[in-house]
């Protein structure tokens, strides 16, 4: 079965561009979650989704959206970047959510300038 | 709000040596508790996920045990292996009625010297 993909791996933006980021599940995963990874803050939540419908979102402004496909895919989207905004964005899907097993992608790298 | 926390921060072991990871909660009341490794600019694959009524899991050299009373959870690895270098990371689902979302540690970056 194939793990977690994520496109594209890596991505250089510069200030007030967006950018949007693809995350395919696993095969028969409804749940997909996203994650910003950076060195000062680790990991930390952005958004879930499960059957196109979004049931929790992390503490981050409104510049961060996402959606989820009917066959399970996700895209976030990172509106007038900043230089903050440098981060590995991971994905990770499971069955139902949260209280199983979660499989993560590879990471997109993000790098703004 | 859960908060989770790793020590020691950092470890660097020679090979063959046993060695445990500590994980702690603040919040006990949890669904499960996974554990994870992160290889350098990748992504994190999942060792173990311990169930909130167990006390133990195995998994090869690896075995994670789960005291919820205390808010702990450590990770032995025995016999450790240079190949073990890695980040890991525990992470908790977040308690209340919304069990959508991680909340992870900053992790513990493992070193094994050959």
């Known amino acids: 079965k194939a793990g977690v993909t994520q496109t594209p791996r890596y991505l250089i933006k510069t200030r007030g561009q967006q950018v949007t980021l693809s995350c395919s599940p696993i095969s028969g995963h409804r749940s997909v979650s996203w994650y910003q990874q950076t060195p000062g803050q680790g990991l930390q939540f952005l958004f879930e989704y499960f059957s196109e419908t979004q049931r929790n979102k992390g503490n981050f402004p409104g510049r961060f959206s996402g959606r989820q496909f009917s066959n399970s895919r996700s895209e976030m989207n990172v509106s007038t970047l900043e230089l903050g905004d440098s981060a590995l964005y991971l994905c990770a899907s499971s069955l139902l959510g949260s209280q199983e097993t979660q499989y993560f992608g590879p990471g997109t790298r993000l790098l703004v300038l | ?114």
């Open chain 2, 1 to 114: 709000k859960q908060e989770v926390t790793q020590i020691p921060a950092a470890l660097s072991v020679p090979e063959g040596e046993n060695l445990v990871l500590n994980c702690s909660f603040t919040d006990s009341a949890i669904y499960n508790l996974q554990w994870f490794r992160q290889d350098p600019g990748k992504g994190l694959t999942s060792l173990l996920l311990i169930q909130s009524s167990q006390r133990e899991q195995t998994s090869g050299r690896l075995n994670a045990s789960l005291d919820k009373s205390s808010g702990r959870s450590t990770l032995y690895i025995a016999a450790s292996q240079p190949g073990d270098s890695a980040t890991y990371l525990c992470a908790v689902p977040e308690s209340g009625g919304s069990n959508y979302k991680l909340t992870f540690g900053k992790g513990t970056l493992l070193t094994v010297n050959p």
